[in-house]
């Protein structure tokens, strides 16, 4: 079976997230954005939580949209104002989910993420797997393990 992780990642997060599921065989594809962030974590969460509030799509650079060869795909996303972020809004408008066996993992230093759930549910009818800060608390991870 293949596996493909694709996700983003501003705080490192994703990325922990990302070796986790290398190591079990996912291949890994990092979402990068044009839209170039502060890197003050005030301004950071203030543009963030923007655009993802008002469901923006940022421009993404060299995004691989091909899915074909997959059997199992996860999407991994920050959780911005309680919503999924801009760039990962992109890539799910990019890409055709249907028929695919899918999951999403977001990643949370605050929020728990109830209308990235509610918008996950409506669109694809299943439950995001939800990580508080992982890069901090590896324990989160163990909810991963069987993936």
């Known amino acids: ?14 990325d922990v997230v ?33 655009k993802a509030t008002f469901n923006k799509k940022d421009k993404l650079l060299d995004f691989n949209k091909d899915i074909n060869n997959y059997d199992k795909v996860v999407i991994g996303s920050p959780i911005w104002n309680d919503r999924l972020s801009a760039p990962i809004n992109k890539v799910i408008s990019l890409l055709d989910l249907n028929n695919k066996d899918i999951d999403f993992i977001l990643y949370s230093s605050s929020g728990k993420g109830e209308h990235a759930k509610d918008k996950i549910k409506d669109l694809y009818n299943i439950e995001p797997i939800i990580l508080k800060e992982p890069k901090k608390n590896n324990k989160e991870l163990d909810k991963i393990k069987n993936m």
Not at 1 to 14: A, E
Not at 42 to 50: K, N
């Open 1 to 14: 079976m293949k596996k493909l992780f694709i996700y983003y990642s501003l705080t490192n997060n994703g």
């Open 18 to 50: 990302a070796n986790t599921l290398k190591k079990k065989g996912y291949e890994i594809r990092k979402v990068i954005s044009k839209s170039k962030y502060p890197r003050n974590k005030f301004l950071m969460i203030m543009m963030g939580g923007y």
